[in-house]
């Protein structure tokens, strides 16, 4: 039973570049929510989603970030023209029914590092 | 808003022994959730024990255990019997529990180094 997968681990890019993060969330779970964390901090909310439908988006800076879960396939962060600030871990966690009784389960995160 | 705050930024424990990671935080809900999440080196968020405010019984995992004072918003993990591979950031973790609310507020995190 595969756990929450996200891909690339480790992702390089340069300023100006775009980045594209994906999760895969466990197996029978269909709702999503990225978090960011920043050096020496926790993580912070950014968006949840359910398939098709992006439920919450108010922690997602207001430029250059997007997300989407579609109905096939694993869910994505897109940043565009990313700058040095973007450096940072993000993290998917996955659960069954997008309730707060949920238990949110985490991927091993992708480390986005701007040059 | 939630706020949720560790204190301790660094702490160390020998091997075997007890050690205390506290945890406070500000809320106006009356119904929500506690989590700690442990990150190791791997940097993998990893849920350690959940507690649900409505329960007055601490909650219980193995060596882990939580003492939670609803009336003081404080919410401690206990580790006996520490382990080298407990060494880890600690993050202690708020949700509220109305409707679809599915936030986790994470605090800043505390960094145990279990020393053989």
């Known amino acids: 039973n595969a756990g929450v997968m996200q891909n690339p681990r480790h992702l390089v890019r340069r300023r100006g570049q775009e980045a594209r993060l994906r999760c895969s969330p466990m197996?029978?779970?269909?709702?999503v929510y990225w978090y960011r964390q920043l050096p020496e901090e926790g993580l912070k909310f950014m968006v949840y989603?359910?398939?098709?439908?992006?439920?919450?988006e108010s922690g997602m800076p207001k430029e250059r970030f997007s997300a989407e879960f579609p109905k096939e396939g694993p869910s994505i962060l897109r940043i565009q023209q990313v700058v040095r600030g973007d450096s940072a871990a993000y993290f998917c966690?996955?659960?069954?029914?997008?309730?707060?009784?949920?238990?949110?389960?985490f991927g091993p995160g992708t480390r986005l590092t701007v040059l | 808003a939630q706020t949720v705050t560790q204190s301790q930024p660094e702490m160390s424990v020998q091997e075997a022994e007890t050690v205390t990671l506290s945890c406070t935080y500000d809320t106006s809900e009356n119904n929500y959730y506690l989590f700690w999440y442990k990150q190791p080196p791997s940097r993998q968020m990893i849920l350690v024990i959940r507690?649900?405010?409505?329960?007055?019984q601490n909650a219980t995992e193995n060596r882990f255990s939580v003492n939670f004072q609803k009336a003081a918003k404080s919410f401690s993990l206990k580790i006996s019997d520490s382990q080298l591979g407990d060494t880890a950031m600690y993050f202690c973790?708020?949700?509220?529990?109305?409707?679809?609310?599915?936030?986790?507020?994470f605090g800043k995190g505390t960094l145990l180094t279990v020393n053989p």
């Open positions: 966690a996955s659960s069954p029914y997008g309730q707060s009784a949920d238990t949110q389960y």
């Open positions: 989603l359910q398939k098709e439908n992006i439920i919450d």
């Open positions: 973790a708020f949700m509220k529990a109305r409707g679809s609310n599915y936030k986790l507020t």
């Open positions: 507690q649900e405010a409505y329960k007055q």
């Open positions: 197996k029978g779970h269909s709702h």
